[in-house]
């Protein structure tokens, strides 16, 4: 369905309007559906980002600037994130030995076996989505949404 039809809209509208319109309905399609997979398990999807970065690190504790640059969403609140993973025992906090202004977090046994049981629900979710392109179209689609997000 054309993104006219989806918003109702009788004014005509040029290309970069409704790419940007497109894009913008089309992250909150994937969102909702994401939200409803995490919702069973009490996660938002910027703390499920952030013990992906941490499962990322292979056992080695990440500090709070590292999992900051990893965010998707760049504006989170990593404090805060790690705050209510920390109360659900996913993750771990401890001041850095080296570096006592520096603090590390790890993920727990618990954060990884939620991620676990995540994993395939996760890849169900990015492959119905998938399914509706062929693999040059995907390709195609992630190389123009690249250069589309680069601002000169």
């Known amino acids: 369905m ?21 894009i913008m309905y089309t992250q909150n399609v994937i969102s909702e559906k994401f939200n409803e997979i995490l919702k069973p398990y009490d996660l938002s999807g910027e703390q499920y980002n952030v013990l992906r970065i941490l499962r990322g690190q292979k056992g080695n504790p990440a500090n709070m600037c590292v999992i900051q640059e990893r965010m998707i969403a760049k504006n989170s609140n990593t404090t805060r994130l790690i705050d209510k993973l920390l109360l659900k025992d996913f993750v771990t906090r401890e001041v850095c030995p080296d570096n006592r202004r520096k603090i590390e977090v790890s993920i727990t046994q618990k954060g990884l ?31 123009l949404l690249e250069k589309y997000r680069k601002i000169n």
Request: glycine share 0%; charged share 30%; proline share 2%.
């Open 113 to 143: 076996a939620v991620l676990t049981e995540l994993d395939p629900k996760v890849n169900e979710h990015e492959q119905i989505f998938a399914a509706n392109l062929n693999q040059t179209e995907l390709e195609q689609l992630n190389t």
């Open 2 to 22: 054309k993104i006219e039809e989806i918003i109702k809209s009788t004014v005509a509208m040029d290309d970069a309007k409704k790419v940007i319109l497109n």
